[in-house]
């Protein structure tokens, strides 16, 4: 297996080498949740990958997913959240497509998200 991808290669080796090595704590297992590099990593296997047991399709993202991504936002710290209003629609919309991937989404889906995603980072 080759991975080109410099960013791909960090993801993966922090991933690992915690999983075996080490005890997550709540910090180092949110960077990797958030990373958007677990996505395209699952993306690229789907698209390659000749093993029977990883799928070809995840379908259409389902609800259970997009809460858990609004529980990792809310859980936030302020600073994260700070950075987070000062995105425009186009970086909210990038940040949550990225988070969905591999599942597929509609322009629906990623609406609601985003309305609730920027209740999720308003000021407490």
């Known amino acids: 297996m080759i991975i080109e991808n410099e960013g791909h290669q ?4 922090k ?3 915690r ?7 709540e910090d180092e297992l949110s960077e990797l949740e958030q990373s958007p590099f677990g996505g395209q990593i699952l993306e690229e296997l789907m698209t390659h990958s000749t093993n029977k047991f990883v799928p070809k ?6 609800k259970p997913v997009t809460d858990l991504i609004l529980k990792r936002v809310a859980k936030w710290p302020e600073t994260s959240k700070s ?7 186009q970086q909210v919309k990038n940040y949550l ?7 597929k989404h509609t322009d629906d889906i990623i609406a609601r ?3 609730e ?3 999720r980072i308003k000021i407490n």
């Open 19 to 25: 999983l075996k090595f080490k005890e997550m704590d």
């Open 57 to 62: 399709d995840m379908g259409l993202v389902v």
């Open 15 to 17: 991933l690992l080498c």
């Open 83 to 89: 950075v987070a209003r000062q995105w425009n629609d």
């Open 113 to 115: 998200l985003t309305i």
């Open 97 to 103: 497509v990225s988070m969905i991937m591999p599942y």
């Open 117 to 119: 995603f920027k209740e």
């Open 10 to 13: 960090i993801y993966l080796w």
